[in-house]
């Protein structure tokens, strides 16, 4: 959900002027209204141990901060 979110932002509301928030609404969901008629499919490309290395590691670096 995130990611859709950044997409909105980065390709419709940072590129555009809106002089009012029903021009804004106007512009996202006329971009909600193209994105659906092309839907894609996310495709999850990251390995299950690369990403539980990443959470260990996080979690060592959490547990020595909470020790501090």
Request: positive net charge; hydrophobic residues 40%; charged residues 35%.
């Amino acid at each position: 959900m995130e990611r859709w979110f950044r997409e909105i932002t980065d390709k419709r509301i940072h590129r555009g002027v809106f002089r009012s928030i029903k021009e804004l609404i106007a512009a996202i969901e006329d971009y909600v209204e193209k994105h659906n008629n092309n839907p894609q499919s996310f495709i999850w490309t990251a390995k299950t141990e690369a990403i539980l290395e990443k959470v260990r590691r996080a979690r060592a670096t959490l547990d020595k901060m909470s020790s501090a």
